[in-house]
């Protein structure tokens, strides 16, 4: 008789007390993982390919960092953290885009340190929602990071950026540039648009901009276990909406002033 995988439970609960739990196939994939020799394992985790029915999910490996971590098993443990980090560098590159050149490094590695560090700390729960849904908990992290490097006041920011030669402008472009809410908006224009356009917005309403359209994030939703625009602040889904109706409207004027 095959024997049952004991998987450690979540802790951490929602506001209104119900504790979190992973989905389904997340449970699925660790009673199969679990058992597993370290050769196959390590085998299993060299698939990027997250269609492919050999992928290991990103929930998955971050219970496998925690158990290693329980385990005392370092080398595993290595091994696991190499495999997060490699997943999130690029979603990590791609929404620090904005950052100043000489920042970026020192924002990439805070992200990083924010985000390993609760996974491998056992004295704390803080990261069960990363076994829930990972891609959202490591934008969330993200956020709490880059908004401290990007703020009006950073005259240097804006001045490497708007001063770097045109094919440095040109590598920093993102592909899903064409996600911000102007209208017609050129690649050889995103430099400038993250450097002066967003300068033109407050502060709250640039980081709501940038978390509605740049990371996604939903204005209100029911599940108090999902990080919203907000909840993030604090305030009514009417304020987010009134924030981001005059970011665009800003936004528009400073394309018509530019003559496109």
Same mark, same amino acid.
């Given at each position: 008789? *095959? +024997? =049952?995988?004991?998987? &450690?439970?979540? /802790? @951490? ?10 989905r ?13 020799a ?14 492919k ?50 920042? *970026? +490094? =020192?924002?990439?590695? &805070?992200?990083? /340190? @924010?985000?390993?560090l ?34 009006v ?82 305030v ?25």
């Amino acid at each position: 008789m *095959k +024997q =049952e995988v004991e998987i &450690e439970p979540l /802790t @951490k609960a929602t506001t209104d007390g119900k504790v979190y739990t992973r989905r389904t196939e997340v449970e699925q994939q660790l009673r199969e993982l679990l058992p597993l020799a370290r050769d196959i394992l390590t085998e299993r985790l060299k698939e990027t390919d997250y269609e492919k029915p050999g992928y290991v999910k990103s929930e998955c490996v971050a219970y496998l960092i925690r158990h290693s971590r329980r385990l005392g098993d370092d080398e595993a443990l290595s091994d696991l953290a190499e495999t997060i980090t490699k997943r999130i560098n690029h979603t990590i590159d791609r929404h620090i885009s904005f950052v100043s050149p000489n920042r *970026k +490094q =020192e924002c990439h590695d &805070e992200i990083i /340190t @924010k985000i390993i560090l609760p996974l491998v700390d056992l004295q704390t729960n803080s990261s069960d929602y990363a076994q829930i849904n990972f891609g959202r908990w490591v934008k969330y992290h993200i956020l709490d990071v880059v908004e401290r490097y990007f703020s009006v006041s950073d005259k240097e920011s804006r001045t490497d950026s708007l001063t770097s030669t045109e094919d440095d402008a040109e590598e920093e472009v993102p592909a899903e540039s064409e996600e911000f809410r102007v209208s017609g908006l050129r690649p050889e224009e995103y430099s400038v648009f993250i450097t002066d356009a967003l300068n033109e917005l407050s502060e709250n309403e640039r980081k709501t901009y940038l978390m509605r359209y740049r990371w996604e994030w939903e204005i209100e939703n029911k599940n108090p276990a999902i990080p919203t625009i907000s909840r993030h602040f604090g305030v009514t889904p009417r304020t987010i909406n009134n924030w981001l109706n005059s970011a665009e409207r800003k936004l528009s004027e400073w394309r018509n002033q530019r003559g496109s």
